[in-house]
């Protein structure tokens, strides 16, 4: 596990058509909870990637194995013209059929995993017990709480939490209402199984497929906790040329020498899409030819959406942590299969795609709108370095590994180094938080 970047330019710009047998170096922005790239390239005919028989390396007819579910995506641009990369990304990760996160059992951890994030680390779930209690503290210790998590993954994440609140605040439990937002059955699957100690007959813990499908938690106290989320959002991509912004789309790619069944190619008209970008972006007079820049348009709105439910409840926080940077992002959406990363065209459904989360963008979904002006409070981002370290990282480390034998020490603080190191998560990873105004600043911005 290394926390050192990874590709750029997994994919090539929009204007141009994208070959799916491009080779990915170690030269740019990755996602840091995988491992990385060596500097030798990749080869991308693994025989647990896509190409079963090694021996169609060498053929001129390089094709992977065409699944069901690229037959069906094949039909739907035939039939119905190219699909917008949000689009695309939209039916590859949440499809009820074939669908990444709604089908594929065990992604998450573990060497046949395809990927791990923070919550599979020791330490992370401690920290943020401490957050959501000290935010329950400073709402004024409601008899009421929802807690909510969105993107749960395996449901390690919360089952720590609650855990942690179990031995330090138990009374507590008696107060929360948990909701998890998770639209893939097969993770439910798995939550469910993770938090089975921590339900109750009343339904303590309860599932919804989406932010919307949330109830409105109407003057009762709310934390929302997403870690790892908006990266997995559908994103639109831009690239500019004569004709100004030009959308990013996705077509079918015949062409027997390149291993995808897709392509990346320019919208061959205007796209009123464009005016989902950034004013600042959209407006600027001086963009030279050939920009690219990636809109995570489903993060603005959920942003919006989640800013709204915070409203209506009364007091409310957010807890963002993702990868990111606080500005507009270009090149950074990739696949990524068994901790390596692929092109994002391969094997639609049995990939993860993800792209580096701009919180420039979730700021201005929020600063945007009036009524988040009046009753929200933003703060960051930082590091996730920081945040840690704010809230007592040290501390708990130090607590931990007082009475440890020396074999389990030195894997506590190979824990601490992935969370806390420049070159894992501790740099790459951002924290980013929302709050009503009308309760104490959450820590560590107070």
Same mark, same amino acid.
């Given at each position: ?48 990637? +896509? ?141 469910? +199984? ?45 690239? &500019? ?22 392509? &990346? ?5 205007? +796209? ?85 989360? +701009? ?79 009308? &309760? ?7």
């Amino acid at each position: 596990m290394s926390g050192r970047r990874c590709p750029a330019a997994v994919w090539c710009p929009p204007v141009r058509l994208c070959s799916a047998s491009t080779a990915v170096t170690n030269t740019g922005i990755g996602r840091p909870t995988r491992p990385l790239l060596s500097s030798n390239r990749v080869n991308i005919h693994h025989s647990e990637m +896509s190409t079963p028989d090694r021996a169609t390396v060498n053929r001129a007819d390089k094709k992977e194995l065409k699944s069901d579910f690229t037959v069906v995506l094949q039909q739907k641009i035939l039939t119905g013209g190219y699909l917008p990369l949000a689009q695309y990304m939209r039916e590859c990760l949440g499809n009820p059929d074939f669908g990444y996160y709604s089908t594929k059992k065990q992604v998450i951890g573990g060497e046949r995993a395809d990927f791990i994030t923070a919550a599979e680390i020791p330490f992370f779930a401690d920290i943020l017990t401490g957050f959501v209690l000290d935010t329950w503290q400073k709402m004024g210790t409601p008899r009421k709480f929802h807690l909510v998590e969105l993107g749960p993954g395996k449901g390690t994440l919360m089952q720590g939490i609650l855990r942690q609140i179990m031995h330090v605040q138990p009374q507590l439990l008696n107060f929360i209402q948990v909701h998890m937002v998770e639209m893939g059955a097969a993770r439910q699957t798995e939550q469910k +199984s993770a938090l089975k100690d921590f339900q109750t007959a009343a339904g303590r813990i309860r599932w919804h497929l989406s932010l919307d499908a949330l109830p409105a938690f109407k003057g009762e106290a709310s934390l929302f906790v997403c870690n790892e989320w908006f990266d997995a959002l559908p994103i639109s991509a831009y690239a &500019f040329t004569e004709r100004g912004w030009v959308e990013t789309l996705v077509d079918v790619d015949d062409d027997p020498s390149h291993e995808a069944h897709f392509k &990346f190619v320019g919208s061959p008209s205007g +796209s009123f899409a464009s005016f989902l970008m950034p004013d600042e972006i959209r407006l600027r007079t001086d963009t030279p030819m050939g920009e690219t820049v990636e809109v995570c348009t489903h993060g603005m709105a959920a942003m919006e959406t989640l800013a709204r439910k915070m409203i209506e409840s009364g007091k409310s926080a957010a807890l963002i942590v993702d990868y990111g940077k606080d500005e507009h992002m270009k090149d950074t959406l990739r696949g990524i299969r068994g901790h390596k990363f692929v092109h994002p065209l391969l094997s639609p459904g049995d990939i993860d795609l993800s792209a580096w989360v +701009s919180f420039k963008q979730l700021r201005w979904a929020l600063e945007r709108l009036p009524l988040a002006q009046q009753h929200l409070a933003i703060h960051g981002p930082m590091t996730q370095q920081d945040f840690l370290a704010w809230n007592g990282m040290d501390v708990r480390l130090a607590s931990a590994i007082r009475d440890q034998e020396t074999k389990m020490a030195m894997r506590m603080m190979q824990n601490f180094r992935r969370l806390m190191d420049d070159d894992e998560m501790g740099k790459s990873y951002k924290v980013f938080a929302v709050q009503t105004k009308n &309760f104490a600043t959450v820590a560590p911005w107070f």
